[in-house]
């Protein structure tokens, strides 16, 4: 007998990107996870958010992207068992850019949590993407009206709340601020 942990396989991003185009999943660590579709409170908070984002970006004529979600995001060049697709993807190094999304970790990444997959969001993916170097990661909760800001310092995470009734800013920007009183729900 093994000591090995019994999985019923381990996949790769080849698997990935075989499945069909209206499945949306995420591959971490090796593990596929299949996602439902999001709700339309979390379709309106995506889209203001990103409008936000987009709006500030076009008009200082900046050099960064913002994508949405489904948009594959390959945090580490040299693992193949991880390709995550954040609600928001915010990417300021453009040779990260490939025709399959993004190779390297974004600047900034939002998520906005679903109530069946929340631990997803606030375990997985915040010590995923604080190994990968993302620079900021927001955490937004519907259900609470919460927002908790994660920056990047030396190689940890520092986290900061916020609620639906607070402006906050970036840290990537010096001159950005989302107000999130204008989000109407």
């Known amino acids: 007998m093994s000591d090995a942990p ?4 381990t996949y790769t991003e080849d698997d ?8 949306r999943a995420e591959l971490i660590n090796g593990q596929i996870y299949y996602m439902s579709a999001p709700s339309r409170m979390h379709q309106e908070i995506l889209g203001f958010i990103f409008k936000k984002i987009a709006y500030y970006i ?3 004529r900046g050099d960064c992207k913002v994508y949405p979600a489904p948009f594959a995001v390959k945090l580490f060049e040299d693992n193949s068992k991880t390709v995550v697709e954040p609600d928001i993807s915010v990417i300021c ?4 850019l490939t025709d399959r999304g993004c190779t390297g970790a974004p600047d900034w990444i939002i998520e906005i949590v679903s109530p069946a997959n929340s631990s997803h969001d606030y375990v997985y993916k915040l010590n995923l993407y604080m190994n990968a170097g993302v ?3 927001w955490i937004v909760n519907p ?3 919460s927002v908790y800001v994660y920056v990047l310092e030396k190689e940890k995470f520092k986290a900061k709340p916020y609620t639906f009734r607070d402006r906050i800013k970036p840290g ?7 107000d999130f009183t204008e989000l109407k729900l």
């Open 6 to 9: 019994a999985y019923a396989s």
């Open 16 to 23: 990935y990107y075989s499945l069909p185009e209206n499945i």
């Open 58 to 60: 076009d008009g200082k």
């Open 93 to 96: 190094d453009l040779d990260k």
């Open 135 to 137: 620079k900021e990661y």
């Open 143 to 145: 259900t609470e009206q």
């Open 172 to 178: 990537i920007y010096d001159d950005m601020w989302i």
